[in-house]
């Protein structure tokens, strides 16, 4: 029987970091099972709140944050090694508890900012650790610290080639006061950042060991569904139970907030037990509420002017007096996030504390929730971090842990809570649908002048001076050198439940302003490149990969009959890239041959990683562009399983191309970099292939001819 | 309930549970092996295969009664050290992202060059088009199981016939 261990912070060490990490008090960690087997009768000793070393060498990697594929583990692992001089193949990861002194006071993994936000705390608490180390191997051997190498796990005495391993320092090194400004190294002396180092987690993920959320155990656990009201914000009128309680190994019926759960011997049986509850709703307001309708109240918020995002020059005066005015409106549905692996969550609620096994992206959200729920002090709450079968942004929401929670609180058991697909798909927190229209005008020698947008769509991130800024980010950015652009908002809001989305408002609005773009290139008799060329001009990044996309792709060279190319470029989460489609239509298909995707972002950890994550994005985004999208009707989400939302599948899977630029800028994020590029150079390609612009995602069949 | 009795990656396996149980959660709960997935319950998605007498089967549609006397094969069972060509090859590629799917990708694929040695694109596109991905690795899933069959070519002496699974 496979168990989750429960763990305790086994014993504190005060170790007096570094201000460099920005941290005051390390701590030990206990060991995982894992990490257990392996160093039996070794004692663990922290370094800082990162790093622990045990007696037998072996180096524990604590990560703040959730690997859902992005590659943390494996990256941030790197950036600690890098400066720590440890033995690559020694190194053993965990996932850190919540702690708001060591991880921040939103301890969680979003905005692609893992790489971003390591780059420096990382390396300098591999730093600290090893200067620690070649301290204590000094004082062991009476000699001074400059006299003392370290490398590959080891302190070398450079005088005389003795040698103390890291576990044997260890011990001596947790007693000694952290030096603040531990040297650095220069990108020149690097020997594991931006080498493609295999992934540390891929051993666990061939051969079906590696932890998922739904994968937890307790000892005593039972296992739970919950019915929900199929109308957002519907509730509980009444309900019998009786042929519920009938199904062999349901064990107990019990109304929570969010609807009624059924608690089995196995989760077969809860869903059995689920299918047999007669539940009577209250559906509430939104019972009638249905796509059209939606779309009608967005139409109409862009009929009258909303609050302004960003003004260049004076937009609406030189539309009165432009000559041809350009005018379109774009469109994009209600997405759902579907990781592969359903919202599920582990609780074990106690009087005196309470376990929370999970897949969540946002740790401090899991912690406060499961706090509030229980009246337990956070130091009685523990978050165990499980891996995350993708997140995207779903698993930024607390709704699954606050069910869980709820749950085996109300049966004083543990309870593994289980989404099926269809709970998962109905009752998501989605990417919000968006109504934007925009307006342009050119001027006398066909280059852009005017550049007038109003974007209605739910706010999903907060309302300031009445813009919701991921409403409109990706519009009220564009970096193009035109001289009058006006870009406004108006919320507009039917209540479907929203969240971040992988790439969150590039997501769509990159498809509309580069779609828009090259509508505005088409009129002017420009083409996508010399347009993007001439506007990017002061944008020497953003011109870079445009440059190094289109020179890959052939920008301008003959293709076999029937195919066409375009292109869209982004600068999003503090990277860019470019990608250009090669697309046709063969017998009423649109078929995508080829994306080719150069990017920059910035000082490159693991070059793999970045070129699967491109892929990866471009995927997702494709999965969008060509067949998702979420229907409302009656209030209730019409899509229920993979046959209703379809997603990308390996026989529509083009060959990717992905071409790094070199720099030694500042890191950018990666896990959202290509998503918001891939439809719009899709729909270029359409463009000039057939001469029909594309304006609403999904693309359908009868867009194509 | 009823006993059900079936061989587990070569183990005699007996289990007492409802007859329309599906293996995918006598698997997961009952048998707490979990390295076979949950994803749609409908198998729309494979995330859940394993491989039934050799051949790849959606395990979240398949009652356990259907397994009685049959061999059945999952992630746990393919070697006892990710030494299958599959599981070499998803290694030497890093196709993996966050994983959740790749239990069913590798069963599937190694039910795949079972029957079909050297698979063409199309042979690899019909087959795996029933396993998503939400992550997107879906080009290093096509190289990786070409890698894992030249692997069984050389380990066979160039004349592979199959057999992977």
């Not at chain 1, 000094?138 to 070398?156: F, I, M, Y």
Request: aromatic letters at 6%.
């Amino acid at each position: 029987m496979i168990t989750v261990r429960k763990v305790d912070r086994r014993s504190f060490l005060k170790v007096g970091l570094g201000s460099a990490a920005g941290l005051t008090i390390g701590f030990a960690l206990p060991e995982s099972a894992r990490l257990t087997a392996q160093t039996a009768g070794s004692r663990v000793f922290a370094l800082n709140g990162y790093i622990h070393i045990g007696a037998d060498d072996t180096v524990t990697l604590v990560l703040a944050k959730s690997e859902m594929g992005q590659g943390p583990m494996t990256a941030l692992s790197q950036l600690l090694a890098e400066e720590l001089e440890c033995d690559w193949k020694r190194i053993h990861t965990e996932f850190a508890p919540v702690d708001p002194k060591l991880y921040g006071a939103m301890q969680g993994t979003f905005g692609s900012m893992s790489v971003r936000t390591g780059w420096d705390p990382m390396r300098k608490a591999g730093a600290t650790a090893r200067e620690m180390l070649l301290q204590a191997a000094a004082q062991k051997w009476g000699v001074d610290k400059s006299q003392c190498r370290a490398e590959n796990g080891t302190v070398l005495n450079t005088a005389n080639n003795q040698r103390l391993t890291f576990g044997a320092l260890a011990e001596d090194a947790a007693k000694l006061p952290a030096p603040a400004g531990a040297p650095l190294k220069s990108p020149g002396d690097f020997k594991i950042i931006g080498k493609s180092l295999k992934r540390l987690d891929t051993p666990l993920k061939v051969n079906g060991t590696a932890k998922f959320g739904l994968d937890a155990k307790l000892p005593g656990m039972q296992y739970a569904v919950l019915a929900r009201c199929p109308v957002f914000g519907g509730k509980v009128k009444s309900f019998d139970d009786t042929k519920a309680k009938a199904v062999p190994g349901v064990k107990q019926v019990v109304q929570i907030s969010n609807g009624v759960a059924v608690i089995a011997d196995n989760t077969w049986n809860a869903m059995e037990g689920r299918r047999a509850l007669q539940i009577q709703w209250d559906e509430g307001a939104l019972a009638n509420l249905d796509s059209a309708g939606i779309r009608k109240m967005m139409a109409d918020a862009t009929e009258k002017p909303g609050a302004v995002a960003r003004k260049v020059g004076d937009a609406p005066a030189a539309l009165n007096t432009a000559g041809k005015k350009i005018e379109a409106v774009y469109e994009a549905p209600y997405l759902s996030h579907a990781p592969m692996e359903p919202m599920n969550c582990t609780a074990d609620v106690r009087a005196d504390g309470c376990d929370v096994y999970a897949a969540t992206q946002i740790q401090t959200a899991a912690h406060q929730t499961a706090m509030q729920i229980t009246g337990l002090s956070g130091d009685k709450v523990k978050i165990h971090t499980m891996f995350l079968g993708g997140g995207f942004g779903r698993r930024g929401g607390a709704d699954f842990i606050q069910e869980a929670v709820e749950i085996s609180k109300a049966v004083g058991i543990p309870v593994k809570l289980t989404w099926s697909r269809e709970d998962d798909m109905t009752h998501d927190l989605y990417r919000p649908a968006s109504y934007t229209k925009f307006t342009g005008a050119l001027d006398a020698e066909g280059w852009p002048a005017v550049w007038h947008t109003r974007v209605a769509c739910p706010s999903f991130a907060g309302m300031r001076n009445g813009v919701d800024f991921a409403a409109v980010q990706g519009i009220d950015d564009i970096e193009y050198g035109i001289p009058n652009i006006q870009v406004e908002y108006t919320k507009a809001d039917p209540g479907i439940p929203t969240t971040y989305w992988r790439s969150v408002g590039y997501s769509q609005n990159t498809f509309f302003t580069e779609s828009f773009l090259d509508e505005l290139a088409a009129a002017g008799g420009k083409d996508p490149l010399e347009i993007r060329r001439r506007l990017l001009a002061k944008n020497p990044r953003m011109l870079a990969v445009v440059e190094l996309a289109a020179e890959k792709a052939n920008w301008g060279k003959p293709l076999p009959a029937g195919h066409a190319r375009g292109i869209a470029v982004v600068n999003n989460i503090g990277s860019f890239n470019a990608q250009v489609a090669e697309i046709s239509v063969e017998k009423g298909k649109l078929r995508v041959h080829r994306v080719v995707c150069a990017v920059d972002c910035g000082e490159v950890v693991n070059p793999q990683i970045v070129e699967a994550q491109i892929q990866s994005g471009i995927v997702y985004g494709l999965s969008a562009a060509l067949k998702s999208g979420i229907t409302i009707k009656n209030g209730r989400v019409e899509q229920q399983n993979f046959n209703q939302y379809e997603v990308l599948r390996i026989d529509e899977m083009p060959v990717v191309e992905v071409h790094i630029v070199p720099s030694h800028q500042a890191p950018g994020g990666i896990g959202e970099a290509s998503t918001p590029s891939t439809a719009p150079a899709v729909a270029n390609a359409l463009f000039a292939l057939t001469g029909k612009r594309v304006r609403k995602l999904p693309i359908r069949s009868e867009d194509l001819a | 309930m009823a006993t059900i009795k079936f061989s587990l990656n070569g183990k005699a396996q007996s289990v007492d549970v409802s007859p329309q149980m599906p293996l995918l959660w006598v698997l997961r709960d009952t048998l707490g092996m979990t390295g076979t997935k949950f994803g749609c319950g409908m198998a729309l998605c494979g995330a859940c295969t394993v491989h039934l007498n050799g051949t790849a089967i959606r395990s979240c549609i398949t009652p356990i009664s259907t397994v009685a006397g049959k061999n059945v094969l999952t992630i746990e069972g393919l070697s006892p050290d990710s030494s299958h060509a599959v599981q070499k090859a998803w290694t030497e590629l890093d196709v993996p992202q966050c994983g959740y799917c790749q239990s069913g990708q590798i069963m599937a694929a190694a039910a795949l060059l079972g029957k079909k040695a050297k698979p063409t694109d199309a042979d690899i596109d019909e087959v795996m088009r029933g396993n998503i991905c939400r992550c997107g690795t879906y080009q290093g899933i096509r190289s990786a199981i070409h890698r894992a069959s030249e692997i069984l070519t050389a380990s066979n002496g160039g004349s592979n016939k199959g057999g992977a699974a």
